[in-house]
């Protein structure tokens, strides 16, 4: 596996990918799981993918994101598996000659992946409870189990 | 039978995260009338799997890794994909 | 100091410091030292800056951040002394509950620093010589020395 | 003097990187009569420093740590500073 990951991921090592002379601008993006006060105590997050489509699909947008901004260097990882809360689930790193480049390229990949990447993700509460995440806004109780 | 002799396809058919649960399997191989297009796959699906009746009429499909509209045409060893709402990032 | 550092800036640590278990999407940006094709082989930048007001001007643009993006956790360093081609002069987090604001709010961070901050830099080539830089485009020879 | 006594004012003048260089100081402390703006400051320098005048005739300025424009109003016991392009970041 390219993009996807089951172990920590490293923001450095995305950043060390991407470096290069001629970009002098490096724009970063972190997906941490959250534990906000409106997230009902959320532990972990077990993500799981569609890893060949997952794996497919990052490519195209990486390609994309190159096409669109052929200076871009371009870097993203996806976590798979348990993912506990504050860890991060999505990296990228996106370095240009100059930061207009970078952010909007940046900007580019997590909206790609948001909508296209088939990942899907189960919450895990402090009271047992597992539920899938619908971004749609569904969310549907599959547990305790 | 009494169906006309035809092309038959047959498509690798896959479930993931939720829709797995629902449909009680994760994955199946299927024989299907071509020329088919994914919806048809969807209905032949229902009628001779139980338990996949559960799944939503039109859910996001995918063939061979892309992204596809249930309109599209679906060809002998094909990878045909159900996904739930994608949830990635 | 708070904000400028003479030492390597670690993304990681400005990372930590604002990660909150509420906020979901963290953006960086990270500025580089070039050393491009059009860079006439620049080997280091020295940076130099009015020390008490770069101090006051990152703090009254870290509060104006947190104005308009009243949950954004911001953290900034810009980075003063030798900085080597592909190191770090300026290094930027913004995490917040949801990720378009801490597009926004980096973005609003790094364009004030460009816009405000009373900061140098000399470029020091391998042959010697030293310019100042002037980003309205009259670069001014000061070396050899 | 004929001049009619007034408020003096003691500000004090930084400069920064080229500016430095070019006036061949980083800092002073001037005495001028108030009220003044930073641009009657900038005369007077002119005029008392020798070696000033290879300074632009309107820098960018900065007035207690703050960006200022040339017509700000100066005051006794401030730090006044003038600032090349700058190019932070």
Same mark, same amino acid.
């Given at each position: 596996m390219t993009y996807l990951s089951t172990a920590p991921l490293s923001i450095e090592a995305l950043l060390a990918e991407v470096a290069a002379p001629h970009c002098g601008g490096t724009c970063a993006f972190l997906g941490t799981v959250r534990d906000g006060p409106d997230d009902g105590g959320v532990t972990a997050i077990e993500y799981s993918a569609y890893d060949a489509m997952a794996?497919?699909?990052?490519? =195209?947008?990486?390609?994309?994101? =190159?096409?669109? &901004? +052929?200076?871009?260097?371009?870097?993203?990882?996806? =976590?798979?598996?348990?993912?506990a809360a504050e860890e991060a689930s999505v990296a990228i790193a996106v370095a240009t000659p100059h930061r207009a480049d970078a952010f909007a390229a940046c900007r580019y990949v997590i909206e790609q992946v948001k909508k296209r990447l088939p990942?899907?993700?189960?919450?895990? =509460?402090?009271?047992?409870?597992?539920? &899938?995440?619908? +971004?749609?806004?569904? +969310?549907?109780?599959?547990? +305790?189990? | 039978m009494s169906r006309v002799a035809g092309a038959v396809g047959t498509v690798r058919i896959r479930f993931f995260a939720r829709y $797995?649960?629902?449909?009680?399997?994760?994955?199946? *191989?299927?024989?299907?009338?071509?020329? $088919? *297009?994914?919806?048809?796959?969807?209905?032949?699906?229902r009628d001779e799997w139980p338990g996949t009746s559960a799944l939503p009429a039109q859910p996001l499909a995918a063939l061979n890794l892309r992204h596809v509209r249930l309109d599209a045409p679906v060809a002998d060893g094909d990878e045909l994909a159900f996904l739930p709402p994608l949830a990635g990032g």
């Open positions: 794996e497919a699909e990052l490519d =195209r947008i990486v390609s994309e994101t =190159r096409r669109q &901004w +052929p200076e871009a260097r371009v870097a993203v990882r996806h =976590r798979l598996g348990l993912v990942v899907w993700k189960k919450e895990l =509460r402090a009271d047992g409870t597992a539920t &899938w995440v619908d +971004p749609s806004g569904h +969310p549907s109780m599959v547990g +305790p189990q | $797995a649960e629902l449909a009680g399997r994760s994955e199946g *191989t299927l024989s299907v009338p071509l020329p $088919a *297009t994914v919806s048809d796959v969807i209905q032949r699906i």
